[in-house]
């Protein structure tokens, strides 16, 4: 089975551009989260979906918007990009939403800002 | 704030060793626990999930949860050189789905 899928891998824009970052869940999981890693520190959280809605919002500037489809898939979008946005964006999925329900992870999108 | 520590290391063990992560975390209503494995240059992969007190073993690895004492470990049997990564610790706190990842511990494993 195909795990989670994001596009693309690196990525090259310049300070006060947009991008956008795209994810596909695993095949029947209904939870999308992004997240943001730089180097030497964990992923932090910047947006979860649950079935279409927005369900948690990490501490980010609102330059940071993300929405899901009706097929579960995600965008991540972020405006006037700054050289702080450089890092790796992750998504993770999960079957739903809860204590117990494990998140996995796609191979993430390279973001550098010159 | 809720706040997960790990030591950033490195943590330095030789091959056929037993590597020992540890992981504490603020939340005393923390409710689930995660460990992810995380190569240089790669995303974290899920290596386990614990969310009771006590001991779970799969294959090589042993996580333990101890909720009294708030913390959180990984025990790597028969270390490998294939092991040698970061170690992310997670945690869900109670009242949010949401999980805390420490800034995890980097693992070498040398022959």
């Known amino acids: 089975d195909a795990g989670v899928t994001q596009s693309p891998t690196h990525l090259i824009k310049t300070r006060g551009q947009h991008v956008t970052l795209r994810c596909s869940p695993i095949?029947?999981?209904?939870?999308v989260s992004w997240y943001q890693q730089v180097l030497g520190q964990g992923p932090q959280f910047i947006f979860q979906?649950?079935?279409?809605?927005?369900?948690g919002r990490g501490n980010f500037p609102d330059r940071f918007s993300a929405r899901q489809f009706p097929n579960y898939s995600s965008e991540l979008n972020v405006n006037a990009l700054l050289l702080g946005d450089s890092a790796l964006y992750l998504c993770?999925?999960?079957f739903g939403q809860g204590y117990s329900y494990e998140q996995y992870f796609g191979p993430g999108t390279r973001l550098t800002v010159t | 704030q809720k706040e997960v520590e790990q030591n950033s290391g490195p943590l330095s063990v030789p091959e056929g060793a037993i590597a020992s992560l540890n992981c504490t975390y603020s939340?005393?209503?923390?409710?689930?626990f995660f460990w992810y494995r995380q190569y240089s240059g790669k995303s974290p992969e899920l290596i386990m999930s614990?969310?009771?007190?006590g001991d779970k073993e799969d294959g090589r690895f042993t996580a333990q949860l101890n909720k009294a004492s708030q913390y959180v470990s990984l025990l790597i049997r028969d270390s490998q050189p294939s092991d040698s990564a970061t170690y992310l610790c997670?945690?869900?706190?109670?009242?949010?789905?949401?999980?805390?990842f420490g800034r995890g511990t980097s693992l070498i494993v040398h022959p």
């Open positions: 993770a999925s999960s």
């Open positions: 095949s029947g999981h209904k939870s």
């Open positions: 979906y649950y079935e279409k809605e927005e369900r």
């Open positions: 939340d005393r209503g923390s409710q689930s």
């Open positions: 614990i969310y009771s007190n």
């Open positions: 997670a945690v869900i706190s109670g009242g949010s789905y949401i999980p805390t």
